[in-house]
């Protein structure tokens, strides 16, 4: 049974929404801290500092931020729960060993922050490699752009796929930085808030080029490369030039179970990364495949055209240079590419720390070409879609 929240349960510190799917069924106190049994026979515990530091109440914190206002000294060393019950409705209130005010709890952010053993299964990003995923997730963008549910769809395939799209966009001027805007703040680089891919007498990235493009991630140069990465394609009569994406967390784990030495060095080894221009000198280091403390695979920084030298031990050199192939050789094979034509009105959005994008060169004779593109950051495409579904009263699409 869902209970939804209700006027008479204490607040949480946050705007989110915490459904009561479990009720209490009995508390008790364990050295100082809380014990919750809940309705379906699991049990969590409360140390007494987190409880004291989330109390919900208006002098710990602020009613209208809903940020915490008791610094961490003010909470007694010895601070023990003295005694708890269940409130009707299911709010749980403390009595606190020191004398202070009771605390009450909401039983649904109790439940949802409450400890069992492990950590709750956040999103996974879906892996795939060509025959799975010929073509990027796509959704018609007017209906997209009109329904918040249809939007947040997008966005959330973009999350876990790294690449989705729209199609059927206007030609229109503005439009692709209002969709940006829409996700958060777009993510500005030394190609100025928005650039647009055409071809220059005097190119400061071969991306200015009608040449081939070979995968690759942008601004390996940062210390934290641009997360996400959107082109919209608003007119396109020239042949050729065909987009090329590459699930370049497919690769790594691909590289951890059948390649393990080369997947070690592509973690260990740092390269540098440097930008070639004659009026900006950007510079940053980092290995290929970037883990999580949990051994997740959780960025990629891979671009042959930006790597500085590698100065370094022969022996180094040569398990840096040799597992750098081996990636290479999975991003350059046709198994793991999805290839695809950019249509007038198609808008790609992808993961530009995971999918890895190139092109096939095109005939800039042959007509226009004419795609805008835009950066922004992972976290506030994570916030866009955690907003959408609290307004949506969805729960987490994982
Ligand atoms: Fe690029």
Redesign the pocket.
Known sequence: MQMKDVDHLPATPDFDIWPIFVLPQAVSVENGALAVTWGDGLVSRYHPFFLAENDPAPDTLHPLSREATLPPLDIAADLRVAEAWIETGGAVTVRWSDGRRSSRFHPGWLRGNGWFGAEAPGPKPVLWMARDQPEPPTLDGPSALADDGAFLRWLVALRDYGVSRLENLPNEDGLLMRIVERIGPVRESNFGRMYTLEIKDDPDSN?FTSDA?LQ?V?MPTRECPHGL?FLFCRDNTTSGGEGIYVDAYRIAEDLRTEEPEHFRALCEIEWSYNNRSKTSSYKACGPVIEQDSAGNISGIRYNTWLRAPLVASLDVQDRAYRSYRAFAARAQDPAYQMVFAYRPGDLLAFDNRRAL?GRNGYDAKGGTRFIEGIYADRDDLYSAIRTLERALDQEPAT
């Open positions: 991306a493009l690759h942008d990465q994008h």
